[in-house]
């Protein structure tokens, strides 16, 4: 009896896990027998639990593997936000552009002279003119002429009354061909030094950007490239400076700078006088100047584009000096050689990055 009972448990087993045994005449007429039947049912019912519960098992490792990997990807989402600019390859980080502080121009590389009520212009070889010797000086004595400086060149001009005006690049002067009546005006754009010949009947007047510079016999130096860039550096001598909107008047004594600040007012201090004048004798020379000014230097004498990876770089400070007649290339190396900042030229612009 124990025997043909395991023989009908082995049937059974081997009728579950071989469905085509089921599809047989012998299975037919075995599973009739109501002990088989029940013996099959029962051995069916434990399969499905068995396999109920491997699938629980299974959705339960499922469902925990889920919340782990959520879990994973909320801690790496929030560490990411902290690291993401050190983690993340450079493609993916959004770069700041270059801040370009001065642009090169395509102008003419030689001095210029012309005469007014002419549309025509001299080009004047030379780096100096006397005007008492220009073959233009003629007999209407109180017609003007203006002399023009491109980027990269300076100029000395020796007016009629024996006046030195050195004339810096990016600049012009216009003047007139002999000096008559009571004052001795000229008009100046950019920057000059002057070395004014004494008449103390004649004063001499420099007009430049809104500001009038008086003075009877002295030396100084006067910058206005831009209204927010406007110098008046007294080497000797003593000049008085009216500003023409406010009609104030400003007496300088030597060592002493007035500038015109962006909200117009005015500063006075004591400087190195050869800060302001040293580019009369072919040099850059800076003491603790911002980068910014000195690259706009360098960008209009060598014409060249300054660009600034970060604009807080512009307001790093220097002592500077190089050769303006050297090539580009040295005042890069000397720049690069103090270490404040990485300066590198290509394709005619020079770029500030950090180090």
């Known amino acids: 009896m124990m025997e043909k009972t395991d023989q009908n448990s082995d049937y059974a087993l081997r009728a579950i896990q071989e469905p085509r045994i089921r599809e047989t005449e012998e299975f037919t007429q075995w599973i009739r027998v109501p002990e088989n ?21 299974r959705r339960k490792a499922k469902t925990r593997m889920r919340i782990w990997i959520a879990a994973s990807a909320v801690a790496a989402v929030v560490v990411s936000v902290f690291l993401m600019p050190s983690l993340l390859p450079s493609f993916f980080i959004k770069k700041e552009e270059p801040v370009r ?50 980027r990269g060149k300076s100029f000395l001009l020796v007016l009629s009354d024996g006046t030195k005006v050195w004339i810096n690049a990016e600049s012009s002067l216009r003047y007139p061909v002999a000096f008559n009546g009571k004052e001795r005006r000229v008009e100046l754009t950019g920057e000059a030094c002057f070395e004014v010949a004494k008449d103390e009947k004649c004063p001499f007047i420099v007009s430049a950007d809104g500001m009038d510079t008086h003075v009877l016999g002295t030396k100084f130096n006067v910058r206005s490239y831009t209204t927010e860039d406007r110098h008046v550096t007294l080497v000797q001598g003593k ?16 060592g002493q700078d007035l500038t015109y600040t962006e909200t117009g007012e005015e500063k006075i201090s004591h400087v190195n006088i050869a800060t302001y004048t040293a ?26 584009n300054i660009d600034f990876e970060r604009v807080e770089l512009c307001h790093i400070r220097l002592n500077f000096w190089a050769n303006r007649n050297a090539p580009l290339e040295e005042a890069v190396e000397l720049l690069n050689k103090l270490e404040k900042v ?4 290509q394709d005619g612009t020079i770029t500030i990055k950090h180090i």
């Open 101 to 150: 502080v001065f642009a090169s121009t395509v102008s003419a590389e030689q001095v210029m002279l012309q005469m007014d009520g002419r549309s025509e212009q001299q080009l004047l070889e030379d780096s100096v003119m006397d005007i008492k010797e220009w073959k233009t000086l003629v007999k209407d004595t109180s017609c003007c002429q203006t002399l023009t400086t491109p």
């Open 342 to 345: 990485r300066v590198d030229y």
């Open 37 to 57: 039947k029940e013996l099959f049912l029962d051995l069916m019912a434990c399969k499905e639990a068995v396999m109920r519960e491997n699938l629980d098992r």
């Open 279 to 304: 580019w009369t004798e072919g040099m850059f020379y800076f003491e603790d100047a911002a980068l910014e000014e000195i690259m706009t230097s360098l960008g209009r004498w060598y014409n060249v």
């Open 239 to 254: 000049v008085q400076v009216t500003n023409k909107s406010s009609l104030t008047s400003v007496v300088l004594q030597p």
